[in-house]
C-alpha cells in the first residue's frame, strides 16, 4: 500500500509540521506502507528522488504567492506518476490544499494533520483562511488533531465524527538524552551562577505568534542574574536583536540562530524555564514543550498552545494568565525562586510525557489509513 506525505517543507529544515512528517515517514514503511514525500523544501532541489531510511522524497517545484508557497499545477502531475492509496497532508495550508483537490480529481482518499488553526496578520491572507475553512469538510475525509482541545477548535469546520485525536510523539534524541545539568553549561559556554531562560522557535513572519516579542520586553523586568537564550532563525532574528537593544537588554540575550537537535539537548538541560509565551491558537501543540519536558527542563507557555489543556491537567508546565511582560516577568521571577515547585512540575511532565511516542502516533495514523480503505 502506497502513502503520499504532503509538506511545504521537510526534514532538515526545523519545525512542528516538518518533524512531524519526518516521524511519520520513517515509521510508516515498518507497519507496510510504502512512503513517498512530497515537497517543495530547497535541500532537495536538483536531487529528486532521494532514498532516506526506508521512504522517498521527492520534490516539487513551487511558486509563491502572497509569501505562501504552492506547488506549480505541472508538479501536481506527480500524483498520477505515484498512484498512491492515500494522500496524507500536513496543514492547513494552500500547499497541501492544492495536493488534496488534485488527489480528489484523482479520486484519491485524503487526511489532513490539521495542526493549529491559521490567524494571519494580513486581512487578505485572513480572507483565504475563511474560504480554505469552509471547504475542509468537502476536501479532505478526515481530519487528524493532536489534541482534544484542538479537536474542538476544529468541529465547527468539519464533521465530529470524521476528526481522529492522535497525540504527537517525542523524538528520541530527547526521549532518550541523558545530559548533566552542568556539563550542558559548559558545553554552551553559560556561568554556572546565572539563571538561564530558553526560547526556541522560528523567528519568522509566520510565527509572530510565538511571543518572543514580549519575552524580551519581559526581560527588562527580571533580575539582572537572569539570562534569554533564542534558539532558533528566520528573516525577523535582526527585528528582534534590534528589539533586545531597545529595551536594553541585548547584553543578557543570546541569540544562537538554528541549533541542531543534538546540541539543542544540551540548551534544555542547561536552562531553568523554557518560556513558550503563544499569542495566537496558531500554536499547534508546541512540540518545543515536549521536548523540554523529556529532558527535565520545567515549561511555561499560555492558554493558546493546542497541549494548553493537557498540561494544566497534569499540572505539567506553569500557564501564564496575562500576557503583559510585566506580569510575565513577575511570574518568571517567582518560579525561577522556588525550585521545589518547579521540581514539583517537572515530576508531573515526566509522567505526561510518557504518553507521547511517535511509534504509536505512527501506528494510530496507520490504523486510519486502514478503515479509510477498507470503507471505500
Request: glycine residues 6%; charged residues 25%.
Amino acid at each position: 500500500m502506497k502513502a503520499a506525505l504532503v509538506c511545504p517543507r521537510f526534514h532538515p529544515t526545523p519545525g512542528g509540521a516538518e518533524r512531524y512528517t519526518y516521524n511519520l515517514a520513517l515509521r510508516l514503511p515498518s507497519l507496510g506502507w510504502e512512503v513517498a514525500v512530497l515537497t517543495s523544501d530547497g535541500h532537495y532541489r536538483g536531487r529528486s528522488p532521494v532514498r532516506i531510511k526506508g521512504f522517498t522524497v521527492h520534490y516539487v517545484p513551487p511558486m509563491h504567492l502572497l509569501e505562501y508557497t504552492l506547488p506549480r499545477p505541472s508538479s501536481l502531475r506527480i500524483l498520477r506518476a505515484l498512484n498512491p492509496h492515500i494522500v496524507h497532508v500536513s496543514g492547513p495550508h494552500p500547499y497541501s490544499d492544492a495536493f488534496a483537490l488534485a488527489a480528489k480529481a484523482l479520486g484519491i482518499p485524503r487526511v489532513m494533520t490539521h495542526h493549529a488553526p491559521l490567524k494571519p496578520k494580513s486581512v487578505v491572507k485572513q480572507l483565504l483562511a475563511r474560504v480554505e475553512r469552509a471547504a475542509f469538510k468537502w476536501l479532505y475525509d478526515w481530519v487528524i488533531v493532536t489534541s482534544a482541545l484542538n479537536r474542538r477548535r476544529l468541529e465547527s469546520a468539519f464533521p465530529a465524527g470524521r476528526i481522529r485525536v492522535i497525540p504527537l510523539g517525542v523524538d528520541e534524541t530527547f526521549r532518550d538524552a541523558s545530559v548533566d545539568r552542568e556539563e550542558a553549561r559548559r558545553a554552551i559556554r553559560v556561568d554556572g551562577d546565572v539563571k538561564v531562560l530558553l526560547f526556541v522557535g522560528r523567528l519568522d513572519r509566520p510565527h509572530y505568534y510565538k511571543g518572543l516579542d514580549l519575552l524580551l520586553e519581559a526581560m527588562k523586568f527580571l533580575s539582572s542574574d537572569a539570562i534569554l537564550l533564542v534558539v532558533g532563525d528566520g528573516e525577523l532574528k535582526p527585528h528582534y536583536q534590534e528589539l533586545a537593544r531597545a529595551h536594553g537588554v541585548d547584553g543578557r540575550v543570546r541569540f544562537a540562530g538554528f541549533v541542531p537537535d543534538e546540541e539543542l539537548a544540551a540548551y534544555y538541560a542547561a536552562s531553568d524555564l523554557l518560556v513558550l509565551p503563544s499569542t495566537s491558537e496558531s500554536e499547534g501543540f508546541g512540540l518545543v514543550l515536549l521536548e523540554a519536558m523529556s529532558i527535565g527542563t520545567p515549561v511555561m507557555t499560555t492558554e493558546k498552545p493546542g497541549s494548553a489543556e493537557l498540561l494544566r491537567r497534569y499540572d505539567a508546565a506553569f500557564i501564564l494568565e496575562s500576557l503583559n511582560p510585566k506580569e510575565i516577568a513577575h511570574r518568571i521571577s517567582a518560579v525561577l525562586e522556588d525550585e521545589d515547585e518547579r521540581r514539583r512540575v517537572v515530576r508531573n511532565a515526566k509522567r505526561l510525557v510518557e504518553r507521547f511516542n511517535w511509534e504509536r502516533a505512527a501506528l494510530e495514523t496507520s490504523k486510519l489509513y486502514g478503515d479509510i480503505l477498507q470503507r471505500g
